[in-house]
């Protein structure tokens, strides 16, 4: 997840937001948090499962 601004907690509340909302456990990390993922494997299934989404507008 990327920001305007750094959110603190919030982004933890997101998180827990999201898994209500769509009813399954949601795993959030920021970009540099993927990269930051040293075991190889696992930072490149991670990018291969991750889904895009993007806020609308309004």
């Known amino acids: 997840m990327e920001f ?3 959110i603190g907690l919030e982004f933890m509340e997101l998180a ?3 898994g209500r909302l ?4 949601v795993d959030t990390l ?3 948090g993927v990269q930051g993922i040293r075991v190889k494997s ?3 299934r991670i990018m291969e499962e991750i889904t895009f ?5 309004g």
Do not use: F, I, M, S
């Open 30 to 32: 920021t970009p540099a």
């Open 22 to 25: 769509l009813g399954c456990k």
């Open 53 to 57: 989404t993007a806020r609308r507008p």
């Open 42 to 44: 696992v930072r490149e």
């Open 16 to 18: 827990d937001y999201l």
């Open 4 to 6: 305007g601004r750094p």
